[in-house]
């Protein structure tokens, strides 16, 4: 493979956090608060450099389907991207050699495992986002965490996470994209427990790993069975080998293959591995096949990974507890970036993924989608709100990739990612102004955060997908291959339905937030008091996150006419030529996405605004079981925790019993009853055995004893005893004669 | 210093010193932890020699295998006579030594009449446990310091136990290994019943019975092995095998190319091994000593006993059972997966039931050393249509297998130190009365989950390449098992995190004023937390003299002629010829071939 000396950009920009971190780790003594300069800076490096290579990458910016794909369908165009490739892991290829008369021998591959780097518009777009997010938010934790006695170590953590997160971008290797998987975990976990005196922190900081380590397990089950099926755990050669038209339906989509020309059925055909068999006439190849199943395993066992990261249901229940951290790691780690790493990973490897399994997808998207708007609409915290309604927006992610919208869904990413951790900044200045995250008790901060106010309201109209404010590009290209989907399976109609009440709940929940913070007048006078506008430090980043939240979704005409520049980009690097959206169903996905906002907008400002003609009371009161059932996320920690939670701890107490009662007493048991044997053998030896040479000893002894009684030494006994002996015996001849 | 004197030091230095150790006159009791000190940094050096002349220059034995190297090697009886081999070591006094020099192989008559040899060798897959011992038994020689009762004592069978480790992992007699096997037994009986907590006697008289249960099956095994008169056709070398040897590489040799040891003969011989040696491991249903071991035995034999003894149990796996019975483990490897996996989940259960902190390390213990099992059983050896040979998932499980040893030597040592240092200070392993160390004992406490995290197996860290290697190796020999092994995941990390929790975070006024970890014991920890990270984020730095071994290993046990009948028996292969090469092979196992 060919190794582009651009991949050197990227892997410095992925290494200088990592020098942070040791830096932060080995002179954390020395440098003290120069630390979270260091970490700034390194990550600012990082940001620069993806710049760079953003730019150079710019002449590759362009959509290889649109012309080829009409043309000559047979061949699907691999998208530009700069790779390399860096020896790691290679074991057993010294192997094959000793292995002599075997028919394939040369001809297996050896089953390497490279550090492989793989560039794309994707990546390339992310790394710009990821690092320059990551830098906003370095900055802003500089004034943010200011009075924290850890101070050094939340940067060295952050810088961890910057390393992790931008390697786990970088790689092409199944196997490396699982090691940074575990390690933005752990760094989330680090994060999440920052605060670590406080029990509850911990415990969400548990909860966010094992829940995420569950998901692990299916990740881990799919990386074995792609790794037994294919001998590689390069995600690009995988893609390029499942992404031939020739075993896809119309719509592209992986289906079951049926037994045709001489194929067997359920076994998919890698035409590119085809072997040639030396010395049997040209053209006679031996085929390849990997078993349909087997794909279908691995895709659920990938998606169950990205489930889990990217807080879908029903793994989604960590996120909402994550919020424990502190909030710069909310917005950078559990809204703009770690969580997405699953709805990336999914596009990233989508050709992998089988047309039931993207149903499986879309499915549980919609389903999360849900969960999380409704959620969201009754959460009194307002950082709680804003998890479920990244639970929410990640479901409209993962929609709009399963239903084959591959370049909607990772664009709907990159808006997401500035709309969203601009609200969780804000919120974080909210909180460092009044020490509290109950909306209950705010209200008119308007007037005394001005600034504040105005960022979260771009943000806000932003996430509610107000026409002209990014997320309603990103939001209607999910909508509109969502319809066209639905157009070509009339089955699914659903899937268009739970979207639209989705978007209506979120511009509802998200504006409800708006006016109860800013809006109004101050519920609580001795909390507004302190209120004041935050320092330059933690505006300015805001500021530019606005302005990104703002213009990242627009096409070059403003007007939503044409794709918007953003996710033309990703579509260079679409590795199968998806969905293509008629124009009827893109109007039509305007015309609901419009009238959708519009309508939860209005709701909200009529409940919660201070025009508002409504009381929210009366109805809170009448609804008050759903309400708590809403409140308490549909009750799914509990149900977990009485499903899952109770009785693993109850196995594991029970093998803990069964180790102590059972094998252990076995152990003992067994010890004991060999003691007894032992001790009736030794009963036996003694009583019996011994006792058998005792008794005749003794009565030899006896007999000795009798005898010794006649030795009396006296002539007059022996005489006597001779004479009575000549007289019985002369009595007994006497008998014996007659 | 010729390489047969350096081997032999190896044992016979820390020998030595326990025998100086019991003759230190009494005034200068004060000086038997320096000596012993001196002692295991003495042998410590010694072995890095062998590391280095090992690996090092064109010659060096590491281009070699020890089979090839141990075949240069050999003695000559003038006397032998080929028909009646038993015979001819009736004459003791003809045998000629023949020595390669520098070649880390050593080989002397010792009993000739029964033709036991002295012989020890290195190769890839003992170095690292040679090494491993040496740096735990400084560290746990450091870790002694306040051990103030009986030091002479003490620190005499410490060296002797030392002394039968090295001689265990070096000996490539199955007599000599049975004897080092055996002699191991009696320091380490004396060192927990005479040091160990309240209930010693009772932990140190199950370990001794245990394990003398399993040295009985092993030995049954050697002497199968040495008695056996099987096909009287093979010939190793064009001389006629006639068994009476306990030589473990000529009969690796033999099994891995004749059929001299039928495949009914090679199953016993390899259900005795495993058996015996699952319950030094420990595996379960064999594990339930350890844990008393543990909790009973003093800090520094806890470190021994968790990072080098319990090797010795997967040293034997993969140097005796699988390559002196190949067709017996390949037969049994459903089995031994399926007992592999059955530790892994049950010690991971078992720990997280544990409150009693020592315990629950040494549960996790039983969970990570199922991995050894599991990597050598992932016998994937033929590739889907059932003829091909292809070891290639083997080779991953293997070194797997092999580096889990490693990595866990290095990260229980670590754990069952802090243990330690934790009671010390606060005199509870209770978690429940644990908790807030980290606000008081920061280092202590960093270190302490940097290990723990290994211990995890974190990316990055030293578990996670061995763990994934033989998760992804079984994948290719039964993605069942291979699924309930990786099910572990979730259970290793909730126990860790919640050991964690309990032992670290929180808040607790209780322990104010504890004072963190002092310079002696920070050298202590330092090495294997820098071990846990090195290990982790270059596992090249063990695979690539380790991989030479291994790989030869592999190949002996794929390409052992037996594993293939014992191969084509189960699936109802015609036997073996060479198979037509126009076969389309698939990359799926099970898939099925496409009808022409």
Not at chain 1, 397 to 414: E, I, K, Q, R
Not at chain 1, 704 to 711: D, M, S
Not at chain 2, 24 to 38: H, I
């Amino acid at each position: 493979m060919t190794s582009h000396w651009q991949v050197w950009l990227y892997v410095a920009a992925v290494f200088i956090p990592l020098v942070a971190f040791a830096t932060g780790v080995l002179f954390r003594r020395w440098l003290r608060s120069w630390i979270a300069w260091i970490a700034t800076g390194a990550i600012f490096c990082s940001f620069l450099l993806s710049l760079i290579g953003f730019l150079g990458f710019i002449p590759h910016l362009k959509s290889s389907h649109g012309e080829s794909s009409q043309s000559d369908h047979a061949q699907v165009a691999i998208p530009f991207a700069w790779t390399a490739d860096f020896e790691w892991l290679d074991i057993g290829s010294r192997l094959l050699p000793g292995l002599e008369s075997e028919p394939v021998k040369g001809s297996l591959p050896a089953l390497r495992i490279p550090v492989s780097i793989r560039i794309d518009a994707l990546t390339v777009v992310l790394f710009v986002m990821v690092s320059l997010i990551a830098t906003l938010i370095h900055f802003y934790s500089i004034a943010y965490m200011a009075e924290d006695p850890r101070y050094s170590w939340f940067f060295t953590y952050l810088s961890l996470f910057c390393f992790s997160m931008l390697a786990l971008l970088a790689s092409d290797s199944l196997f490396l994209v699982f090691m940074t998987w575990e390690l933005v975990g752990i760094c989330s976990y680090l994060l999440i427990g920052f605060w670590y005196e406080e029990k509850t922190n911990v415990q969400a900081a548990n909860k966010a790993f094992i829940v995420n380590r569950i998901g692990d397990f299916g990740f881990l089950i799919g990386l074995g069975v792609l790794w037994t099926s294919f001998g590689t755990f390069s995600i690009s050669e995988i893609n390029r080998e499942l992404a031939d038209p020739g075993l896809r339906d119309a719509h592209l989509r992986l289906t079951r293959p049926t037994a045709t020309h001489g194929d067997p059925g359920g076994l998919v055909r890698l035409s590119s591995r085809d072997q040639v068999v030396e010395g049997a006439g040209p053209g006679t190849t031996i085929p390849l096949f990997v078993s349909y199943s087997a794909l279908v395993v691995a895709g659920l066992g990938i998606f169950a990974g990205c489930m889990g990261k990217s807080a879908q249901f029903p793994l989604h229940v960590w996120l909402p507890d994550a919020m424990a951290g502190p909030t710069p790691v909310s917005a950078l780690i559990h809204a703009a970036t770690m969580v997405a790493a699953g709805v990336y990973l999914v596009g990233r490897f989508f050709p992998l993924f089988t047309h039931e399994v993207l149903l499986f997808i879309a499915y549980i998207g919609a389903i999360s989608l849900v969960i999380g708007a409704t959620v969201a609409v009754v959460q009194t915290d307002y950082k709680r709100l804003l998890a479920f309604s990244t639970v929410s927006q990640l479901g409209f992610m993962m929609l709009g990739l399963g239903v084959g919208g591959w370049s909607a869904g990772l664009f709907h990413l990159v808006t997401h990612a500035f709309f969203k951790s601009l609200l969780f900044l804000g919120a974080g200045n909210v909180f460092h102004a009044v020490h509290t995250f109950e909306m209950a008790s705010l209200g008119g901060l308007r007037t005394r955060m001005p600034v504040t106010a105005r960022m979260m309201l771009v943000a806000t109209l932003a996430s509610a997908g107000i026409p002209f404010f990014s997320g309603f590009y990103s939001k209607d290209a999910v909508l509109a291959s969502v319809l066209q989907f639905a157009e070509f399976h009339p089955g699914h109609t659903i899937l268009v339905v739970l979207p639209l009440l989705g978007s209506f709940l979120t511009a509802f929940y998200i504006f409800r937030m708006w006016f109860l913070i800013f809006d109004g007048e101050p519920r609580s006078e001795q909390i507004a008091v302190h209120a004041h506008e935050a320092p330059r430090v933690m505006t300015l980043p805001i500021t530019i996150l606005a302005i990104f939240a703002l213009v990242v979704g627009y096409p070059w005409t403003i007007l939503p006419l044409a794709t918007p520049v953003v996710e033309a980009w990703i579509e260079a690097a679409e590795p199968l030529a998806a969905m293509r959206v008629s124009a009827g169903v893109r109007w039509t996905a305007i015309g609901f996405s419009v009238l959708i906002s519009l309508a939860g907008t209005v709701a909200a400002t009529l409940f919660y605004s201070r025009f508002k003609l409504f009381s929210t009371r009366s109805i809170l009161s009448d609804l008050k079981p759903l309400r708590t059932f809403l409140f308490n996320g549909w009750f799914l920690d509990r149900l977990y925790r009485l499903v899952f939670v109770l009785p693993v701890l109850g196995v594991a107490r029970g093998v803990g019993r069964f180790d102590h009662h059972g094998l252990d007493r076995l152990v003992n048991e067994t010890a004991r009853t060999t003691r007894g044997i032992s001790k009736l053998g030794d009963a036996f030896d003694r009583y019996v055995v011994d006792g058998l040479a005792r008794g005749i000893g003794w009565t030899l002894y006896g007999l000795g004893w009798l005898g010794r009684l006649i030795q009396t030494g006296q002539i007059r006994t022996y005489v006597t005893l001779l004479s009575v002996a000549m007289l019985g015996l002369f009595v007994a001849v006497y008998f014996w004669i007659r | 210093m010729s390489d047969d004197l350096l081997l032999s030091l190896l044992w016979m230095v820390p020998l030595g010193g326990a025998v100086l150790l019991l003759l230190l006159p009494r005034a200068f009791v004060g000086a038997a932890r320096m000596a012993a000190l001196g002692v295991t940094l003495c042998v410590l050096c010694l072995t890095l020699i062998v590391f280095v002349r090992y690996v090092s220059g064109d010659q060096a034995p590491i281009h070699r295998s020890l089979a090839d190297r141990a075949a240069d090697n050999f003695l000559n009886s003038t006397n032998l006579d080929q028909t009646d081999a038993f015979a001819g070591f009736l004459t003791t006094d003809a045998v000629q030594v023949i020595d390669a020099p520098g070649d880390l192989v050593v080989r002397r008559p010792w009993i000739p009449y029964f033709n036991i040899q002295y012989y020890l060798g290195v190769d890839g897959i003992n170095l690292g446990l040679l090494t491993l011992t040496a740096l735990i038994s400084v560290l746990a020689c450091l870790a002694s310091w306040n051990m103030d009762q009986h030091q002479r004592g003490y620190y005499a069978l410490f060296l002797l136990l030392q002394a039968s480790v090295m001689g265990v992992f070096l000996a490539l007699d199955l007599f000599l290994f049975f004897v080092f096997f055996e002699v191991m037994l009696f320091p380490m009986y004396f060192l927990i019943a005479l040091w160990g907590g309240p209930r010693r006697e009772y932990a140190a008289i199950k370990f001794l019975l245990f394990t003398l249960f399993g040295s009985a099956l092993i030995l049954i095994a050697f002497l199968i092995l040495y008695f056996w008169s099987g096909d009287a056709s093979a010939t190793l070398a064009k001389v006629p095998f006639r068994a009476h040897s306990f030589d473990a590489p000529l009969i690796a040799k033999v099994t891995a190319t004749t059929s001299y040891y039928g495949p009914s003969v090679q199953g016993a011989v390899f259900l005795l091994l495993l058996i015996g040696f699952l319950v030094k491991l420990p595996a379960f249903p064999f594990h339930t000593w350890l844990p008393d071991a543990h909790v009973e035995a003093p800090t520094p034999i806890s470190m021994m006993l968790a990072a080098v003894l319990l090797k010795i149990g997967g040293y034997g796996l993969v140097r005796m059972a699988w390559p002196l019975a190949p067709a017996g483990a390949y037969s049994w490897s459903m089995l031994a997966a399926a007992l592999g996996a059955i530790s892994i989940v049950y010690g991971a259960f078992a720990a997280l039931a544990q409150t009693d902190l020592k315990k629950l390390v040494a549960y996790s213990s039983v969970s990570h050393m199922g991995f050894i099992t599991l990597g050598l059983s992932a016998m994937g050896l033929f590739s889907s249509t059932g003829d091909a040979l292809d070891p290639r998932y083997y080779a991953y499980g293997v070194v797997g297998a092999n580096y889990v040893m490693l990595a866990h030597g290095i990260t229980s040592a670590g754990l069952f130190f802090l243990v330690g240092v934790i009671y010390e200070r606060t005199h509870t392993r209770d978690l429940n009365a644990l908790g807030g160390l980290m606000g008081v004992m920061p280092v202590c406490g960093v270190l302490g989950v940097v290990i723990f995290f290994g211990s995890m197996g974190l990316p990055g860290l030293c578990g996670f390449i061995g763990e994934a290697f033989v998760i992804l190796s079984e994948f290719n020999h039964s993605p069942w098992i291979a699924a309930v092994a990786a099910f572990s995941v979730v259970l290793t990390s909730g126990y860790i995190l919640w050991a964690i929790q309990r032992i670290w975070l929180g808040r607790n006024s209780t322990w104010d004023g504890l004072h963190d970890l002092t310079p002696r014991e920070i050298l202590i920890v330092l090495p294997l937390a820098a071990f846990t990270v090195l290990m982790g984020v270059a596992p090249q730095v063990v695979l690539w003299w380790m991989q030479p071994s291994v790989d030869s290993l592999v190949r002996d046990l794929a390409a052992a002629p037996t594993v293939r009948a014992v191969h084509e028996t189960l699936n109802g292969l015609p036997s073996s010829q060479p198979v037509a090469a126009e076969r389309p092979h698939h990359a799926m196992r099970g898939a099925k071939a496409p009808v022409d």
